[in-house]
């Protein structure tokens, strides 16, 4: 795997903890920003989800479908 590609999936890694342990801290702290459905966690949902599209499709791009 390329060295761009191991850094796509290290960012990816760090979001997808992001996006399961924030919402937790966030309901357990009772802190509004970061709770299950703020306005926060719903842009990070959405930064997983275009940096997971754009790591399968280099993968798909280079080893082929």
């Not at 990816?12 to 937790?24: A, D, E, Y």
């Amino acid at each position: 795997m390329p060295k761009s590609q191991q850094v796509i999936l290290a960012i990816l890694l760090v979001l997808i903890v992001f996006n399961f342990f924030l919402p937790i801290i966030g309901a357990f702290f009772q802190m509004g920003i970061i709770e299950f459905g703020s306005v926060v966690i719903k842009i990070l949902d959405c930064i997983t989800l275009i940096v997971a599209i754009v790591f399968v499709y280099r993968q798909i791009k280079r080893k082929g479908l």
